[in-house]
């Protein structure tokens, strides 16, 4: 298989085909990253072209840095574009729920604790992250796939540092509810077949 830095020097070349060999490199890898941020399917079309018109017309500029920097280059390209779709769109905001209205205990409970996800498929666990409220979707994306800082993320939203965790910590417990009920149903299911 092609290495980045043979598939950026065939771009820099000037090799066509080159261009549309990265398309297809990192286009599942950019629609995967885009449905984190936006689950709608026709929405998230939306922000890929507009990641890759940005891709492929800015190729030019990106700075090799070893294996992989393409890859995260791409991936920071399609997460900040769909950031800025969820703002034109008028659905980003950093208000905070309330605790009512997420069903998340006042008390610490096992949602606290790190939900196991090894046998949950990943189309489920990204179905559950989309049902996230938009301005928590976007932190725990930004904070768990991207390991951008809270500091990182509070700028690029701008929002403060502990206002990124916060709603951090909050999305991780309202998720976790989401896949501890999943497994409940699911084992109240086998048990009753």
């Keep these: 298989m092609e290495t980045e830095k043979q598939l950026i020097e065939a771009i820099h070349n000037g ?7 990265l398309y297809d490199r990192y286009s599942g890898y950019a629609m995967a990253i885009a449905l984190r ?31 992989g920097s393409l890859k995260a280059w791409v991936a920071r390209i399609v997460s900040n574009n769909a950031i800025d ?9 950093m208000t905070d729920y ?17 939900p196991d996800i090894g046998d949950l498929p990943p189309d489920k666990l990204t179905e559950m992250i989309g049902r ?3 301005n928590y979707r976007t932190v725990l994306n930004l904070f768990v796939f991207e390991q951008r800082p809270h500091k990182e993320i509070a700028k690029l939203l701008g929002i403060k540092e502990n206002t990124s965790s916060s709603i951090f910590f909050r999305a991780k417990r ?13 084992t109240t299911r086998l048990q009753r077949t």
Excluded: C, W
């Design 85 to 93: 779709h969820l703002r034109e769109q008028s659905r980003f905001s």
């Design 15 to 21: 090799e066509r085909a080159a261009l549309r060999r």
């Design 37 to 67: 941020y936006v689950p709608d399917h026709d929405e998230v079309h939306d922000v890929m072209q507009d990641s890759f018109v940005k891709i492929l017309t800015t190729i030019s500029k990106f700075d090799y840095r070893g294996e």
């Design 174 to 186: 309202m998720l976790g509810k989401m896949i501890n009920d999943y497994k409940d149903n699911k």
């Design 98 to 114: 309330s605790r009512k209205e997420l069903e998340i205990p006042d008390t610490p409970e096992e949602t606290d604790e790190e």
């Design 132 to 134: 996230l409220p938009t």
